[in-house]
């Protein structure tokens, strides 16, 4: 198929687009839920997680505000991997663009979650050991509130990624290796957050599968985040 020159700069420019955004996004996603939510967060213990997250309340702010740029780069994204996968099957991409934005909007609910967590820290200086025993177990269930409705957004975004990652299959430009990262990538998030929906007991299981999905899943998004910056519009694609 051959691509004018105004096309292949929008191409050019959504490619720049996403792999830019997909980069934003794994750094903000590294210190929001790797570092902060890794660190304050204890599984089963509220008392715990409520005195991390009090003693360390400008950090926790941060990790909202990453995960507010990780929502805007998730919508640059679906809009850029639409224009730029577009004419190779416009179908498709408009699909794996809707679902990227069901997820967005998933993810935007999860975070609400961490607003709630904020507000209820900031009314327990003049509380009864009570009322802070009752805030504790709160601040816990929106924590987990927040892991599970994100879970299953992860799960709508392995859907999105499926779709993404079959049509980057039938373009002659974008690296084989990349594609099939990326369907390996969206069977790992659907499995593994479909698991933890209804099957939120096995943690054995999830650990397994963890392990064994960890490398596509984070090198399938990321390393055709690197590809878009450094190769993406430069190449010819098939329709």
């Known amino acids: 198929m051959t691509i004018s020159v105004e096309e292949r700069s929008n191409q ?9 955004s997909l980069i934003i996004m794994a750094i903000a996603g590294f210190f929001s839920y790797g570092f902060v939510h890794g660190s304050l967060v204890v599984q089963g213990d509220a008392s715990a997680t409520f005195n991390n997250i009090a003693a360390s309340s400008t950090l ?8 507010l740029i990780i929502l805007i780069a998730d919508i640059l994204v679906a809009w850029a991997l639409y224009v730029f996968l577009e004419p190779i099957h416009k179908s498709l991409s408009l ?17 609400l979650n961490l607003l709630v967590v904020q507000l209820l820290l900031r009314h327990t200086n003049d509380s009864s050991s009570f009322e802070i025993g009752q805030t504790q177990s709160l601040v816990m269930l929106f924590m987990e509130a927040f892991e599970a409705i994100w ?6 975004f392995g859907g999105h990624l499926l779709i993404v990652g079959y049509v980057a299959l039938q373009s002659e430009g974008i690296p084989k290796t990349i594609s099939i990262l990326l369907l390996l990538a969206s069977i ?9 929906t209804f099957l939120p007991h096995d943690d054995g299981v999830i650990a397994i599968l963890n392990f064994v999905f960890i490398i596509p899943m984070t090198a399938g998004e990321l390393g055709f985040g690197i590809w878009l910056l450094l190769r993406g519009g ?4 098939s329709a």
């Open 188 to 196: 790992g998030y659907m499995v593994i957050h479909l698991g933890k």
């Open 12 to 20: 050019r420019n959504s490619a720049l687009t996403a792999g830019i």
């Open 151 to 156: 879970s299953i957004g992860l799960i709508v």
């Open 60 to 67: 926790f702010k941060g990790a909202i505000f990453g995960w």
């Open 234 to 237: 430069k190449l010819s694609r």
């Open 95 to 111: 699909l794996g663009a809707w679902l990227r934005l069901a997820y967005s909007t998933i993810l935007g609910i999860a975070i």
